[in-house]
């Protein structure tokens, strides 16, 4: 009788064990889905930051050439 419910804890250990197993691998699954939803997001914003610093840049580039052509033509 006692070996019939040591076996029977045994079981019912087994299969704690696997649910407590499955439900950590769904949520390392999740978890990494989240990792990668906010690192796409974050290369995103790096590459709109980047290509607002180049126009920012190409005004500054235009408006500096405007002057110099300015003080050209007005020593001429």
Do not use: C, P, W
């Not at 076996?7 to 999740?30: F, I, P, S, W, Y």
């Not at 290509?51 to 110099?68: F, H």
């Amino acid at each position: 009788m006692t070996a019939s419910l040591k076996n029977r804890d045994k079981e019912r250990m087994k299969q704690n064990v696997e649910k407590k197993v499955d439900e950590l691998k769904k949520t390392a699954g999740e978890a990494d889905d989240d990792s990668e939803q906010k690192l796409v997001e974050d290369q995103k914003k790096t590459v709109a930051g980047e290509e607002s610093q180049k126009t920012a840049d190409e005004k500054m580039e235009n408006s500096a050439g405007e002057v110099i052509e300015q003080h050209v033509m007005e020593e001429v």
